[in-house]
Each structure stands twice: as structure tokens, then as C-alpha cells.
T-cell receptor, first 114, second 115 residues
């Protein structure tokens, strides 16, 4: 069975600082995708960043980057220069098979403080 | 381009009733997936439809069913509602559902409350 685990239910960070959200996963598949999604309060879930498992290079999207450790099955998200608008639930997710079925972690509630 | 729309946005039902939720994907998207989000169980995959066929199904009882129409719009139905079915139901659409990457876009959700 595929699993995704987020061990930090809540985190906070000061505006302009850097924060790292942790995620571990388990799968026997070789080809898969990993994602971080952001769900702001009362707003729609949006994709933050994705990582293809066959790519060794860590994905980066502006202030967001990942540290993908395939052997350790770890996929953490680093947010640099945190902004108030980054306050949200963050979900780590994996897509392990054909189709669009996502397996989500339990989420990390991030609060950015002014 | 309009995003994923879900109707209704809020719904209150009583135990034993049935409910139908609707999802209209982004124009041109043929894959629609449904998820249930609850505080206790988190986000759980219900099922995915692609070209009117159910392609993947999560671990939910048979009371949960869905379908997809030729215009890619999808509905999900829950029969004999239970208190535990209270949740935010999210729909996500993507262009195609193949092994290659296709970003999924989520709708705002339908919040179902079962009394």
C-alpha cells in the first residue's frame, strides 16, 4: 500500500524567514510523482510544486523548493522568504500508478507571523 | 478560462437520505477525480473517471458511486447517508489521465453536513 506521512501537524514561521515542511512516503513503484499542495483557509487547493521520481534534480518554483531523497523516501518542502499569503494547510501527495489517484499526507498547518 | 466548478457549495441532509454532487471540469479536461476531506481521516481518494469510465476507485463502501457524462461533467452520489459522511467533497480535473504528468486542478468543494 502507498502511504504518505507528514509528521508536523502545525508549524509557524516569521515573515521573511525560511521554513521546511517534512514528508515521508512509502511505495514499491519505481515511477511516480510527488507533489506539494497548498490549501489556504476557505480557498481552493492549488499545486505548489511537483517532482518526478526519475529526476535526480530537486524541483524549484520561485521561493519554493524540495529536497527529494529517493533512497530515504523523503520529500521535504522549503519555503524561503515566507510571506503572510503562505499561511495555509500544506499537503504532501504521491501519484504512484496510471491515472490521477493521489495519496495525501495528513497535512501541515503553516502560519506565517508578521 | 473557467476553473473547476462544484455545485452545490453547501448542503445539509439528514441520515438515511441520499445526495448528488456535481462537478464541471475545466473545458478540455477529460479526467475527473473525487476526494473526501474530513478532519479525522484527511484527504481520501474516492474515484476517478476518464472518458465516462471509472478508472480508479478508493476504499469506500458501495454507497458511494459516481458517473461521468459525455461532456466530462461528473456526479457523485451517496446513498443512505451516515453522520460520518459529513465532509468536504473535492473534485479535481486534468487534461488527460495517462501515465504522464497532467496537473490536477481542484474545485472549491461541496461541504456536506449530515444531521
Amino acid at each position: 500500500a502507498q502511504t504518505v506521512t507528514q509528521s508536523q501537524p502545525e508549524m509557524s514561521v516569521q515573515e521573511a524567514e525560511t521554513v521546511t515542511l517534512s514528508c515521508t512516503y512509502d511505495t514499491s513503484e519505481n515511477n511516480y510523482y510527488l507533489f506539494w499542495y497548498k490549501q489556504p483557509p476557505s480557498r481552493q487547493m492549488i499545486l505548489v510544486i511537483r517532482q518526478e521520481a526519475y529526476k535526480q534534480q530537486n524541483a524549484t518554483e520561485n521561493r519554493f523548493s524540495v529536497n527529494f531523497q529517493k533512497a530515504a523516501k523523503s520529500f521535504s518542502l522549503k519555503i524561503s522568504d515566507s510571506q503572510l499569503g503562505d499561511t495555509a494547510m500544506y499537503f504532501c501527495a504521491g501519484r504512484y500508478n496510471a491515472g490521477n489517484m493521489l495519496t495525501f499526507g495528513g497535512g501541515t498547518r503553516l502560519m506565517v507571523k508578521p | 478560462k473557467a476553473g473547476v466548478t462544484q455545485t452545490p457549495r453547501y448542503l445539509i441532509k439528514t441520515r438515511g437520505q441520499q445526495v448528488t454532487l456535481s462537478c464541471s471540469p475545466i473545458s478540455g479536461h477529460r479526467s475527473v477525480s473525487w476526494y473526501q476531506q474530513t478532519p479525522g481521516q484527511g484527504l481520501q481518494f474516492l474515484f476517478e473517471y476518464f472518458s465516462e469510465t471509472q478508472r480508479n476507485k478508493g476504499n469506500f463502501p458501495g454507497r458511494f458511486s459516481g458517473r461521468q457524462f459525455s461532456n466530462s461533467r461528473s456526479e457523485m452520489n451517496v446513498s443512505t447517508l451516515e453522520l460520518g459522511d459529513s465532509a468536504l467533497y473535492l473534485c479535481a480535473s486534468s487534461r488527460v489521465g495517462t501515465t504522464s504528468y497532467n496537473e490536477q486542478f481542484f474545485g472549491p468543494g461541496t461541504r456536506l453536513t449530515v444531521l
